[in-house]
């Protein structure tokens, strides 16, 4: 079956643009979790989606965002981007949420600011 | 709030042979669990190893084993024969039974295999 997939996989973008990344689960899965990678401050969990909202939310500013939609499917957004913001945007998929379900991790999107 | 500890940035194992990655963790919990992510080049996460907070016995998967002591707080990786493949960023992470599916992780520890 299709795994996690994470669209585009590679972006470029300018400080002060806006970015939407997009992460389309394994069929049947309906929760979603995004997370930041970067070499200084590591994994770092964004937010998690289920069944179109949101359950759980780290510890970054508001110019994080995210969505998710009926087909399961979820996108974040970053606006206003600083240079911090570079790094591997990781989703993962799992058919429910709570600690006794299973966890897919996707490719990521590597966001580069320029 | 949880926190991982990695506190091996980077190890080194003969092919066949074996290493054992260490991870440590704080929490008030007594019950959550906990897991070995490996990350290739390639990108994926891909779990290795989960362990079951309740249960005393350590979980194996074929040559990869851990070594859970929790009054420690202690939750090692053991990779018998050694293969190239094993090579990658291997990750620890802690998962709360009370907060969905947020995963809390180690800083990593970059594991190569030299033939």
């Known amino acids: 079956k299709a795994g996690v997939t994470q669209t585009p996989r590679y972006l470029i973008k300018t400080r002060g643009q806006q970015v939407t990344l997009s992460c389309s689960p394994i069929?049947?899965?309906?929760?979603v979790s995004w997370y930041q990678q970067t070499p200084g401050q590591g994994l770092q969990f964004l937010f998690e989606?289920?069944?179109?909202?949101?359950?759980n939310k780290g510890n970054f500013p508001g110019r994080f965002s995210g969505r998710q939609f009926s087909n399961s499917r979820s996108e974040m957004n970053v606006s206003t981007l600083e240079l911090g913001d570079s790094a591997l945007y990781l989703c993962?998929?799992?058919?429910?949420?709570?600690?006794?379900?299973?966890?897919?991790f996707g490719s990521g999107t590597r966001l580069t600011v320029v | 709030a949880q926190t991982v500890t990695q506190s091996q940035p980077e190890m080194s194992v003969q092919e066949a042979e074996t290493v054992t990655l260490s991870c440590t963790y704080d929490?008030?919990?007594?019950?959550?669990?906990l897991f070995w992510y490996k990350q290739p080049p390639s990108r994926q996460m891909i779990l290795v190893i989960r362990?079951?907070?309740?249960?005393?016995q350590n979980a194996t998967e074929n040559r990869f084993s851990v070594n859970f002591q929790k009054a420690a707080k202690s939750f090692s990786l053991k990779i018998s024969d050694s293969q190239l493949g094993d090579a990658a960023m291997y990750f620890c992470a802690y998962r709360s039974i009370n907060a969905g599916n947020m995963l809390t992780f180690g800083g990593g520890t970059r594991l190569m295999v030299k033939p």
């Open positions: 989606y289920f069944s179109e909202t949101q359950r």
């Open positions: 929490t008030s919990e007594s019950d959550y669990y």
């Open positions: 069929s049947g899965h309906r929760s």
């Open positions: 993962a998929s799992s058919r429910g949420t709570g600690a006794t379900y299973g966890y897919t």
């Open positions: 362990q079951e907070a309740y249960k005393q």
